[in-house]
């Protein structure tokens, strides 16, 4: 059975016209251990929790960000499968925008940075396709919709 893991693509937009896709600035961090991989918070759930409760709580543990700073975005939720440490992995995310574009973010020993990225370079940092896919269809998401 393949482990689970559920967080949030999270983003934050600068005052100017949707058209201009800089606007739209990814939350990423950065691993601590292994390979000081980049990617949105995210984390296994506890027991008892759905899917969406896991993603808010890991978001709230790994960068400081409570529920009640975001707005979840409708209609956007993408599942990634892909191989973790010889064992095939699930994560499922959402989009969340801040709903403060100077939010403090306060990182657990989990993580050792974190940067708001344009789409470009964030794809270059996420490394793996599997997360490069899901922050190009976030963006497109919110470029095509009036989220």
Avoid at 8 to 21: A, G, Q, S, T
Avoid at 56 to 79: C, K, P, S
Avoid at 87 to 102: C, F, G, H, M, N
Avoid at 119 to 126: F, H, K, N, T, V
């Amino acid at each position: 059975m393949a482990l689970r893991a559920c967080g949030l693509i999270i983003f934050r937009r600068r005052l100017v016209p949707k058209v201009d896709n800089n606007a739209i600035e990814f939350l990423l961090l950065q691993a601590s251990d292994g390979i000081h991989h980049w990617t949105p918070p995210k984390g296994h759930a506890e027991p008892g929790e759905n899917d969406l409760e896991t993603a808010l709580r890991e978001t709230q543990e790994e960068a400081g960000i409570g529920a009640g700073q975001l707005t979840i975005i409708e209609g956007f939720r993408r599942e990634l499968n892909y191989v973790a440490r010889e064992k095939p992995k699930t994560v499922i995310y959402w989009l969340a925008e801040v709903k403060d574009y100077d939010v403090e973010i306060r990182l657990s020993h989990e993580h050792q940075a974190y940067r708001w990225l344009g789409l470009d370079e964030a794809c270059q940092l996420a490394q793996f396709k599997e997360m490069k896919a899901a922050l190009q269809e976030g963006h497109q998401f919110l470029c095509s919709t009036e989220a």
